[in-house]
């Protein structure tokens, strides 16, 4: 219990995740070190299919050559021609990583991992948050159930969502603050905030690598490779955002071992049917799988389980009790086609499931597993045992 209201220091909390930061990124170091990585500072592009030009933090230019070359160079922030884009106090990610104070206002453009996380972040700190949205729902990528289950409880953070709107300018107001305009059937409304986060995603960054020199095929979604993350290029390989599939860290390294495996003469395919999709939202989402609309599309008779956490004891301890588990299952063989959970650690037990579904598993091996108790993990138990309608702890499905 807390005697008085609890304030933040956002000096020190920024602190905090700087250190983290540069924790994570020693630690990497650390393990090239350990294992005799040569790392060279610089900007490097292809000047052949077997030639790395670098233009090294001297201003020098060193060519390298090699048999295999992967390329990993990321992605950048999506920009959308908005008229006053470019006004102070409009950011990017990265200027909502570095600000230095608390925002009284904030309004984001785009509904998407990044600008939901942001907005739960800012909104838990005490920011007036509103989120615009061009598509018809936050999340275009989640099952439409879950996206409105955590739009349910951003209202918890009073955190405003407008999705179908298109957003027309951005204008600074006479004493400074910024002003945002959307159209949505033919009626305009105007937002003012402090701040406002473009959030409309990211792109692979192919600008400046040199593969047109090299002949490396690519595209507005990023860099064209196959199965074994190798271009069109023998001996080329491309893994991460800049091959433009899942714009996900570990999607990324699970790319670069199949890379670093074919590029070392072993044979290694990515299994694109189980790469879990996590958000860092205040409940947090994550998935893995096809969506019931997805399965229905694909022409699979499914079955459908679901588990509220305002019915698992572990959630109810921790006080957080918004949220369900779904899960997608075949019909007739019962095989765990999708999982779609929002609530507490969703991206801690988005793991059960994705094992699962790498070993073909059925509801019922979900189901019939021994879990801890008391968990959060009952709770993709029980909505697995919901699949076939027998979940113990929520009432018996109405008969039809």
């Known amino acids: 219990m807390l005697a008085g209201p609890v304030t933040v220091d956002f000096a020190k909390l920024m602190a905090r995740k700087d250190r983290a930061v540069k924790t994570l990124v020693g630690g990497v170091s650390g393990l090239m070190k350990a294992n005799g990585i040569e790392v060279i ?8 299919s077997q030639r790395v030009e670098v233009v090294t933090s001297k201003l020098e230019k060193e060519i390298y050559q090699a048999r295999k070359i992967i390329l990993a160079a990321g992605s950048v922030s999506a920009e959308i021609p908005i008229p006053g884009a470019k006004l102070p106090g409009v950011i990017d990610s990265n200027g909502a990583l570095t600000l230095k104070q608390i925002p009284e206002s904030m309004v984001i453009i785009g509904a998407g991992p990044i600008g939901l996380e942001f907005g739960t972040v800012y909104a838990a700190l005490g920011a007036k948050v509103t989120v615009l949205e061009m598509l018809p729902q936050i999340l275009p990528s989640e099952d439409p159930e879950i996206a409105a289950a955590l739009e349910k409880t951003l209202r918890r953070f ?123 939202t205040l409940p947090e989402v994550a998935s893995v799988g096809m969506t019931e609309q997805k399965a229905r599309e694909e022409g699979y008779e499914i079955k459908i389980g679901r588990f509220p956490f305002s019915a698992n004891g572990k959630a109810t301890i921790l006080g957080e009790r918004n949220g369900l588990v779904k899960i997608v299952a075949d019909g007739k063989y019962g095989e765990i086609l999708g999982v779609h959970i929002v609530g507490p650690h969703a991206t801690d037990l988005i793991g059960e499931a994705v094992v699962a579904m790498r070993l073909e598993g059925t509801a019922t091996d979900i189901g019939q597993a021994i879990h801890p108790h008391p968990t959060l993990t009952e709770a993709l138990m029980e909505a697995a045992f919901d699949v076939e309608g027998t979940a113990v702890h929520i009432p018996p499905r109405k008969k039809t």
């Open 41 to 48: 500072k610089g900007t490097g592009k292809l000047i052949s």
């Open 158 to 280: 009073k955190i405003q969502t407008l999705t179908g709107v298109k957003v027309e300018k951005i204008v600074e107001r006479p004493e400074g603050r910024l002003q945002v305009t959307t159209a949505a059937g033919g009626e305009e409304k105007i937002f003012p905030a402090q701040f406002v986060l473009m959030a409309v995603g990211r792109k692979p960054k192919v600008e400046g690598l040199g593969l047109e020199e090299a002949g490396v095929r690519f595209g507005k979604k990023g860099i064209e490779v196959n199965e074994r993350m190798e271009t069109n290029v023998s001996g080329v390989y491309a893994i991460g955002d800049v091959t433009g599939k899942w714009l996900l860290a570990h999607y990324a390294s699970a790319q670069g071992e199949v890379a670093a495996k074919n590029a070392l003469g072993q044979e290694a395919q990515m299994d694109e049917r189980v790469v879990p999709r996590c958000v860092y």
